[in-house]
Each structure stands twice: as structure tokens, then as C-alpha cells.
């Protein structure tokens, strides 16, 4: 078994990666980090705690080990920009979200050194994946994947203003039907207490984009949560919070489900 990843199978047709809750560095890496990159700023925290109901739902999970600053799970393995002409984070991240050095000078990763860590790190990962998604359309007919991830609010590296709370990617309509997205869209909208988006600054990054196939019956989406709805302002888990967004995820979750079937 990878020391990648920690999976769980579940009983049903859903797949929820988690591809940047991984807290572990390498020493030798973690050793030509800078001070603040070794504080791991830019990690999707505590996502795995925020759905810690999915096992009573039946759902697989999926959960990096190590951090986007080893290897970034969610990127291209040829390192092809998701988003071109605008600002964004290479497979072996060498800048924070800040755009501040994540290396100490003349550290940063090599060719070579950067191949290795996509096949040590990268490549399990998918596998993976790959693996739980097809095992999961040979029982169902079909199979769901849900990309799950959060960041702060406010990035202006990457988008101007303030972030939704919900930021909907299905790589508009291609990586599942429009109609998905546009259910869950109307379910934060009736519960009154979020603002949520389709296809905004975030579209969904690889996986979503590799492994939703519509006409092979795999249907990917990606959430990028603002961990404004459940962390507090100085970056700690914040219980009040999580417990009013949570049942919202769930019910999110159990649509999904039921949108599958």
C-alpha cells in the first residue's frame, strides 16, 4: 500500500478526492524550503475533517498524504497550464499563493528532480484513482467523482475581490452534465445563507477535467470551498462555523448521489 495516499472504499458509486490536504515534506525538500513555505500556507485545511461524514454515506475517499509544495496532484504531469495566460502554480510549486519564493535561492527543483516526484508521488495518486473509478463503473454502470478543496477568500494573485463561498468546476459542461452543477447551484440559493458560482475563476484543475467523461459515464466535479465558511480569521478550524456549513455539504453530497442514480 502508498504511504501517497490514505483511501477508504465505500459502498457506492461516489469517489471524493482530497489532492491537497497532504501535510508531509520530505526532509530533504522540506530542508530547501523557506520559513514560511514550511508553515504549508497554501494546504486545503482540515477539508478532511469538514467531511468526515462521508463514510456514513457509502462514499470512497481519497486523501494525499503530502503536500502541493512535494508534488501538485491537481496539475497536468506535463506541467501544461490550466489556466492559460493567467497567474497560476506549477506541478512542483516554486512561489507561495503570494507569489513569494517557496525555495531558498538557487534551490529550486530540477527537471529531473521534478519527473521523479511525479513518478514517486504523482503517479500513485492517479493510479489510484484511476483504479476506484473504473472498479466503481464495473458495479454501478457508472461512476462520480468530486474533487474537493478549499482556499481563502481572498487571493489576489489569483482573482480580484472576494471569492465566492461555493466555486463550482465541471470544465464548463464537459466534465459532467450542466445540469449537476446547476442542482447544487440551486440548492445553496434556497438555503439562503451562501453566495455560490458555476465556472468562475475556478473551473475545475486536472483531475476534474482528465477524469470527467461524460460519454464514458464517469461525471466529475470540483468544489472550491472559501474556508471562510468554516475556519476562523486567524486560520484555525472553527467549530460554529463547520457545523453550519456541514449539513449543507452533505445534503450536497446526497444530491450528487442521487443525481448518479
Known amino acids: 500500500?502508498?504511504?501517497?495516499?490514505?483511501?477508504?472504499?465505500?459502498?457506492?458509486?461516489?469517489?471524493?478526492s482530497m489532492p491537497?490536504?497532504?501535510?508531509?515534506?520530505?526532509?530533504?525538500?522540506?530542508?530547501l524550503l523557506t520559513e514560511q513555505a514550511q508553515a504549508l500556507?497554501?494546504?486545503?485545511?482540515?477539508?478532511?475533517?469538514?467531511?468526515?461524514?462521508?463514510?456514513?454515506?457509502?462514499?470512497?475517499?481519497?486523501?494525499?498524504?503530502y503536500s502541493r509544495y512535494v508534488v501538485d496532484l491537481n496539475r497536468a504531469p506535463d506541467n501544461s497550464s490550466l489556466y492559460p495566460g493567467q497567474s497560476v502554480t506549477e506541478i512542483c510549486p516554486t512561489t507561495l499563493f503570494t507569489c513569494e519564493p517557496l525555495?531558498?535561492?538557487?534551490?529550486?527543483?530540477?527537471?529531473?528532480?521534478?519527473?521523479?516526484?511525479?513518478?514517486?508521488?504523482?503517479?500513485?495518486y492517479h493510479q489510484k484513482i484511476s483504479a476506484e473509478l473504473q472498479r466503481i463503473k464495473r458495479q454501478f454502470g457508472y461512476a462520480l467523482l468530486w474533487d474537493a478543496h478549499s482556499i481563502k477568500n481572498q487571493v489576489p494573485r489569483f482573482f480580484e475581490g472576494t471569492l465566492p463561498d461555493f466555486n463550482w468546476g465541471n470544465a464548463?459542461?464537459?466534465?459532467?452534465?450542466?445540469?449537476?452543477?446547476?442542482?447544487?447551484?440551486?440548492?445553496?440559493?434556497?438555503?439562503?445563507?451562501?453566495?455560490?458560482?458555476?465556472?468562475?475563476?475556478f473551473k475545475g484543475g486536472y483531475i476534474t477535467r482528465h477524469y470527467g467523461?461524460?460519454?464514458?459515464?464517469?461525471?466529475?466535479?470540483?468544489?472550491e470551498l472559501s474556508q471562510n465558511?468554516?475556519?476562523?480569521?486567524?486560520?484555525?478550524?472553527?467549530?460554529?462555523?463547520?457545523?453550519?456549513?456541514?449539513?449543507?455539504l452533505?445534503?450536497?453530497?446526497?444530491?450528487?448521489?442521487?443525481?448518479?442514480?
Open 1 to 16: 500500500m502508498s504511504d501517497v495516499y490514505t483511501f477508504s472504499q465505500g459502498t457506492g458509486p461516489l469517489l471524493v
Open 20 to 31: 491537497h490536504v497532504g501535510l508531509n515534506v520530505p526532509a530533504d525538500i522540506g530542508a
Open 41 to 65: 500556507p497554501d494546504t486545503d485545511w482540515y477539508v478532511d475533517k469538514l467531511y468526515d461524514f462521508l463514510p456514513d454515506l457509502g462514499v470512497s475517499t481519497l486523501r494525499a498524504n
Open 103 to 124: 525555495y531558498k535561492p538557487n534551490c529550486e527543483p530540477s527537471a529531473e528532480q521534478v519527473r521523479q516526484r511525479v513518478e514517486q508521488y504523482w503517479l500513485p
Open 172 to 201: 464548463d459542461g464537459t466534465a459532467s452534465s450542466p445540469a449537476l452543477a446547476e442542482s447544487m447551484q440551486q440548492q445553496i440559493k434556497a438555503h439562503g445563507e451562501y453566495s455560490s458560482i458555476i465556472n468562475g475563476r
Open 213 to 223: 467523461t461524460p460519454a464514458n459515464h464517469i461525471y466529475a466535479l470540483q468544489l
Open 229 to 248: 465558511t468554516y475556519m476562523s480569521a486567524d486560520n484555525s478550524y472553527c467549530d460554529k462555523r463547520a457545523a453550519q456549513v456541514k449539513p449543507l
Open 250 to 261: 452533505k445534503t450536497l453530497i446526497e444530491m450528487m448521489l442521487t443525481h448518479g442514480r
